[in-house]
């Protein structure tokens, strides 16, 4: 499975914008890049996914880079109930069912 | 509402005494999948479904049995339960699979094997 790299931990001002950045330098062709996020004693939330093109939804936008090693999650107005683990996750189309988590980055928000 | 549901939510058992935990989705999903969370190791999966009748291993699937006769349902059992398999367990849907389409997790079952 190709594989990602995060930085471990992030902070955050309550209200700015937050950019999470995402290595992925070995993706392929087929591979969607995930994000999902873990609040504190809850299943992991899925955020957002994209294949090539930037992608936005009500809680985040994805940015990919044109060759599609890295990506950016962004969190347009951090909340406090934001901070939570934030999981970059490669995934084959029609492949394997399964997310392989990493250890993704803690995003604290202060207030 | 769209959800994944396991129950029980906590629980402890004693070694070797079977257990299953259920899980159910409401949202017409295709694939189902089981996970365990541990400190240091983060997720990893158990099993997973493509469909009804459709099962196959994930990445730590020793010790643990799963079944899909509904496609709503997706129960993991423990045939024989030990103190390695203390862990947090969670249950995941997608509609058609990871690749194009998210999971939607349930809330998590926390359990105990003393």
């Known amino acids: 499975d190709a594989k990602t790299t995060q930085p471990n931990s992030m902070e955050s001002n309550e209200e700015e914008p937050v950019h999470l950045p995402c290595n992925h330098s070995?993706?392929?062709?087929?591979?969607?890049i995930h994000w999902y996020r873990q609040l504190p004693s809850q299943g992991p939330e899925y955020v957002i996914h994209?294949?090539?093109s930037n992608v936005n939804n009500r809680m985040a936008s994805l940015a990919i880079a044109e060759d599609r090693k890295s990506s950016t999650l962004i969190l347009h107005r951090a909340t406090l109930r934001d901070a939570a683990v934030y999981y970059c996750?490669?995934?084959?189309?029609?492949?394997?069912?399964?997310?392989?988590f990493g250890t993704g980055t803690r995003l604290t928000i202060i207030p | 509402e769209a959800q994944v549901t396991q129950n029980p939510r906590y629980l402890i058992t004693v070694t070797g005494k079977k257990l299953t935990v259920t899980c159910s989705q409401n949202m017409n999903h295709e694939y189902m999948s089981w996970y365990r969370q541990d400190p240091g190791l983060g997720l990893r999966q158990i099993y997973y479904?493509?469909?009804?009748?459709?099962?196959d291993k994930g990445d730590v699937p020793e010790g643990y049995k799963v079944s899909r006769k509904e496609k709503r349902n997706f129960p993991l059992i423990l045939e024989s339960p030990s103190p390695n398999q203390t862990s947090l367990y969670f249950c995941?849907?997608?509609?058609?699979?990871?690749?194009?389409?998210?999971?939607?997790f349930g809330s998590g079952t926390r359990l105990t094997v003393v």
């Open positions: 995941a849907s997608s509609l058609r699979g990871a690749g194009s389409y998210g999971y939607t």
């Open positions: 479904s493509m469909n009804v009748e459709a099962t």
């Open positions: 994209g294949l090539t």
């Open positions: 070995t993706i392929s062709g087929t591979d969607y």
């Open positions: 996750i490669l995934t084959v189309y029609f492949g394997n069912e399964k997310l392989t």
